[in-house]
């Protein structure tokens, strides 16, 4: 089976992978029939793991090879780098800015369902690009970009989409929706992640010159999505050490697989 899936294309492989992603979102949004609100402690540890593991693939899997590409192409690496993970940033800031200032603005119940969903949306776009990227730039041997890197990336990001799916499932039950409709919103929210994926493995086969900043663009959504929404929300449990070394764990469990 491993050698299977090691010997399909990267657009394939970057398919399934993120296929997988966006059945983790449904299996999240499925817990809208099982619970009528969700075991915090639990989530804040799942949440850490992936906060470790996505860390762990944000650094080796993304930012190296993008800094190893650089000076390949014999580009300003900081410049490069700098740029690519500020855009990475700044997408996901400007997508919080315009969902926050609708839902300030906003009281209908089904606008704020909406815009709920959107947020999400806009932070799953660049999370699938990260996956395209990460398995696309495979074929250019540039060092950290393995398939096992970009399998742990695919990991840490199916991780916390489990409560992330949830997190969209279950407010819209509390907004009056059905079990049924609640699920299936929460689960088409995923969606967007196998389609960037595609789009990211295309962009970085065709335009190889794009290559760095496309890495550090994936890599700056990464580590933007780990510092404002994973850790802070992970540590809100009463248990901050445990969850810091649950973080640590993820972290050097990726870290291993990326070494070895």
């Keep these: 089976m491993i050698n299977f899936f090691c010997n399909l294309s990267p657009l394939i492989q970057a398919i399934i992978a993120s296929t997988m992603t966006f059945t983790l979102t449904t299996i999240g949004s499925s817990f809208v029939f099982l619970f009528k609100k969700i075991n915090n402690k639990v989530m804040n540890y799942l949440l850490g793991a992936s906060a470790g593991i996505m860390l762990s693939a944000a650094i080796f899997s993304l930012l190296l090879p993008a800094i190893e590409q650089a000076k390949n192409l014999n580009m ?36 704020r369902i909406l815009l709920l969903v959107t947020s999400i949306v806009l932070h799953n776009i660049p999370e699938g690009l990260a996956i395209g990227v990460a398995f696309g730039s495979i074929i250019y041997n540039i060092e950290g970009a393995t398939l096992i890197a970009a399998i742990s990336l695919a990991i840490g990001i199916g991780m916390q989409n489990v409560p992330e799916g949830a997190a969209i499932s279950i407010p819209l039950r509390k907004e009056g929706l059905s079990r049924k409709k609640a699920f299936i919103i929460g689960s088409l929210s995923g969606i967007v992640e196998p389609l960037s994926a595609i789009l990211g493995v295309i962009l970085v086969l065709k335009i190889k010159v794009i290559l760095p900043i496309l890495l550090a663009f994936a890599s700056g959504a990464m580590l933007f999505v780990i510092i404002e929404e994973l850790v802070p929300e992970c540590m809100n449990d009463d248990n901050k050490n445990m969850i810091g070394i649950v973080t640590l764990i993820g972290f050097i469990a990726m870290m291993a697989l990326e070494l070895l």
């Design 76 to 111: 300003n690496v900081i410049l490069v780098v700098s740029i690519g993970l500020l855009c990475g940033s700044f997408l996901l800031i400007i997508g919080d800015k315009i969902s926050s200032k609708f839902i300030d603005n906003e009281e209908n119940n089904f606008r």
